[in-house]
């Protein structure tokens, strides 16, 4: 499944807007951020588990459990973010 990944606010800054990323079937918002933080150094210090950090999936709040379709968008972004 082909799927595409937006970062806003600080994890834009430290990431860039997105990337598109090929998952298998089946996979969560909570596997793809594990893929994330595994991907590189920086992915990793960004999106850590140790970070509070919110997730939309279509441009809806979710949780880490939502799984991804093909196509999907998901985004993410600090809980607080300015205008």
Do not use: K, W
């Amino acid at each position: 499944m082909r799927i595409n990944v937006r970062y806003f606010a600080s994890i834009r800054e430290a990431l860039g807007p997105g990337e598109a990323l090929d998952v298998p079937e089946g996979t969560t918002v909570g596997a793809l951020r594990e893929r994330l933080i595994a991907a590189s150094e920086r992915h990793g210090e960004v999106l850590a588990r140790g970070r509070a950090l919110r997730a939309a999936l279509n441009q809806a709040m979710c949780d880490e459990s939502a799984p991804l379709a093909d196509g999907a968008e998901v985004a993410f972004f600090p809980p607080v973010t300015g205008g």
